[in-house]
């Protein structure tokens, strides 16, 4: 069955830097892309970032983009998130989720992973 | 970017009731337009996708409709279980966005 794990989750320092991973399997990982998608304490889902099965093509949300970048390794399937300039409104759950079979929606999403931003 | 607008922001409703939750776009989104329930605690789950297909193992209960611009989640017949927060969310255009979401709670 599908499993998506993430981890690197943790307390950082506003300014600092931290990455995250999703280990993936039971499906073929490198015929999918791969998204990320996060939640602040008590509030909506918010689309991070995509790439596509290849690591071709990559896609940020506005909030992210110059700061985050969306990377993955197919010999490991591992899905990376590397964030840099952090500050309090990054603060949330980040979730993995894998691509669906017939468009960009999320089939199956991972637990998630809490990290928060403060001094 | 695409906004989507969700209403109810809160639904209180019993069991055994039939439900309809709306999604607005702020442009037309043509079919792509997906469905989620989240449960406290909880990663979403995927009920429907390209605005009408059911994703396999969810209850008949649940079906979508509509396209462009307005979208439409109606549970048909309110099970325990189904007490959570819906979001919709689009894949026409990147940034993908989503709804602010609709709490459903028994009444």
């Known amino acids: 069955q599908v499993q998506l794990v993430e981890s690197g989750g943790g307390v950082v320092q506003p300014g600092g830097s931290l990455r995250l991973s999703c280990t993936a399997s039971g499906f073929i990982f490198l015929n999918y892309g791969m998204h990320w998608v996060r939640q602040a304490p008590g509030k909506g889902l918010e689309w991070v970032a995509f790439?596509?099965?290849?690591?071709?093509?990559?896609y940020y949300a506005d909030s992210v983009k110059g700061r985050f970048t969306i990377s993955r390794d197919n010999s490991k399937n591992i899905l990376y998130l590397q964030m840099n300039s952090l500050s309090a409104e990054d603060t949330g759950i980040y979730y993995c989720a894998k691509n669906g079979h017939l468009g960009d929606y999320f089939d199956y999403w991972g637990q998630g992973t809490l990290f928060t931003v403060s001094s | 970017d695409i906004q989507m607008t969700q209403s109810p922001s809160t639904l209180s409703a019993s069991v055994g009731d039939r439900v309809t939750i709306t999604c607005r776009a702020s442009?037309?989104?043509?079919?792509?337009l997906a469905w989620y329930q989240q449960k406290p605690g909880k990663a979403p789950n995927l009920l429907i996708y390209e605005a009408s297909i059911s994703e396999s193992g969810v209850p008949s209960r649940f079906s979508g409709s509509g396209s462009g611009t307005e979208f439409t989640l109606t549970i048909s017949s309110l099970q325990p279980d189904d007490f959570a927060t819906y979001y919709c969310?689009?894949?026409?255009?990147?940034?993908?966005?989503f709804g602010q979401g609709t709490n459903l709670e028994i009444k």
């Open positions: 790439i596509r099965f290849d690591g071709s093509n990559k």
């Open positions: 969310q689009q894949y026409n255009s990147y940034p993908y966005t």
């Open positions: 442009q037309s989104i043509s079919s792509w």
